[in-house]
């Protein structure tokens, strides 16, 4: 009985997976056992779907990002996400002394963190150490693949 409540949670569980996992996979299809027999729903997040938009430079790329879009919900930063985004990125600052560079290649990810967070979604990626920094700061569900 316990293993079939624990998979009745684990269907009800929402995923998001990251850039990262997303990019990788669609190169070199790494991920692509793991990602079709991921249980939970699959939700795309939109400041994921914006940096792969931003990197496509051909038609199979932005017919992936097209696909993509229309594949599942959407969970987009809500306004206390960004607000709260930057005060992660500012307690960062001051912790580690990051240059401004660094916190605008973060701010994207403290984003998808923070929205799988409010979202109760456990988010995916293979960019471990941004995202465990970050966690250090808000905690969310992480797996590192």
Do not use: C
């Not at 079709?36 to 400041?47: D, E, H």
């Not at 560079?101 to 963190?113: E, G, M, N, S, W």
């Amino acid at each position: 009985m316990r293993a079939s409540s624990n998979s009745r949670a684990a269907m009800n569980e929402i995923v998001i997976f990251d850039t990262s996992v997303l990019i990788n996979n669609q190169r070199t299809g790494r991920y692509s056992e793991r990602i079709a027999s991921q249980p939970g729903r699959i939700r795309n997040s939109s400041v994921v779907l914006a940096e792969l938009s931003r990197g496509v430079t051909q038609p199979a790329e932005r017919h992936f990002v097209g696909a993509l879009e229309k594949s599942r919900p959407v969970l987009t930063p809500t306004e206390s996400n960004w607000l709260e985004s930057g005060q992660v990125l500012a307690k960062i600052m001051k912790d580690k002394g990051f240059e401004p560079a660094k916190l605008r290649d973060l701010h994207f990810d403290v984003l998808i963190a923070l929205t799988a967070r409010s979202s109760g979604a456990k988010l995916i990626t293979s960019n471990r150490d941004d995202f465990e920094l970050i966690r250090a700061y808000k905690d969310f569900q992480l797996e590192v693949w």
